[in-house]
């Protein structure tokens, strides 16, 4: 999906910058380095036929690539959803969501947590909840990896809340608000953190 993004983005800004790129690239990672991670960069390939772009911002991979500059890719984001984005914004709706998580961790809220996670979200976030469920292959963007410690060490619980409650727009992430009360989704939070400490 990012590398859809990265090509359409890169398109538009082409178009409207009037420019055509006369160097070949390969994204190897468009997503920002983790922290503790290796950094990232844009170098020539081996053989200096390409240049690989690692950990870029997708900014950056657009102004070495085609050569544009920053004021050229303002406004390449309303271009590329109005003429590529299957159904407009949808503006959301107030929501309610708690700040800190209000299941304390326990063995108890894990395990509970565990159950409706094995009950309700296997299908796409697989039974390990590596992303891996029998459902992943057809979905794109693929569902979360919550055993990316990078990811689930750095995320509030606020913004967990807010995917399982509400759903993320753009993704198969539906919203479950009518389905898990809030301790059920502090439960569910505190079981897909307790993965991170059992790597440890």
């Given at each position: 999906?990012?590398?859809?993004?990265?090509?359409?983005?890169?398109?538009?800004?082409?178009?409207?910058?009037?420019?055509?790129?006369?160097?070949?690239?390969?994204?190897a990672?468009?997503?920002?380095?983790?922290?503790?991670?290796?950094?990232?960069?844009?170098?020539?390939?081996?053989?200096?036929?390409?240049?690989?772009?690692?950990?870029?911002?997708?900014?950056?991979?657009?102004?070495v690539?085609?050569r544009?500059?920053?004021?050229?890719?303002?406004?390449?984001?309303?271009y590329?959803?109005?003429?590529?984005?299957?159904?407009?914004?949808?503006?959301?709706?107030?929501?309610n969501?708690?700040?800190?998580?209000?299941?304390?961790?326990?063995?108890?809220?894990?395990?509970?947590g565990e159950?409706?996670?094995?009950?309700?979200?296997?299908?796409?976030?697989?039974?390990?909840?590596?992303?891996?469920g029998?459902?992943?292959?057809?979905?794109?963007?693929?569902?979360?990896?919550?055993r990316n410690?990078?990811?689930?060490?750095?995320?509030?619980?606020?913004?967990?809340?807010?995917?399982?409650?509400?759903?993320?727009q753009?993704?198969?992430?539906?919203?479950?608000?009518?389905?898990?009360?809030?301790?059920?989704?502090?439960?569910?939070?505190n079981?897909?953190?307790?993965?991170?400490?059992?790597?440890k």
């Open positions: 999906m990012i590398c859809r993004a990265a090509a359409a983005l890169a398109i538009a800004a082409q178009q409207e910058a009037k420019v055509a790129p006369d160097l070949k690239f390969e994204v990672s468009l997503k920002p380095s983790p922290p503790g991670g290796r950094g990232g960069g844009i170098r020539p390939s081996t053989g200096g036929e390409r240049y690989i772009g690692t950990n870029v911002p997708l900014k950056a991979f657009i102004r690539a085609w544009i500059k920053d004021d050229q890719i303002s406004g390449v984001l309303d590329v959803v109005q003429n590529f984005a299957k159904e407009p914004f949808k503006e959301l709706k107030t929501r969501i708690p700040d800190k998580n209000p299941a304390a961790a326990s063995a108890d809220s894990i395990a509970r159950q409706m996670f094995l009950l309700r979200c296997t299908g796409c976030h697989g039974r390990k909840a590596d992303g891996k029998p459902n992943s292959l057809d979905i794109l963007p693929h569902p979360r990896n919550f410690h990078w990811f689930v060490e750095s995320v509030p619980d606020r913004r967990l809340f807010e995917s399982i409650q509400y759903g993320v753009g993704t198969a992430m539906p919203s479950w608000i009518d389905i898990f009360t809030p301790n059920d989704v502090g439960d569910i939070v079981f897909i953190r307790s993965l991170q400490n059992a790597r």
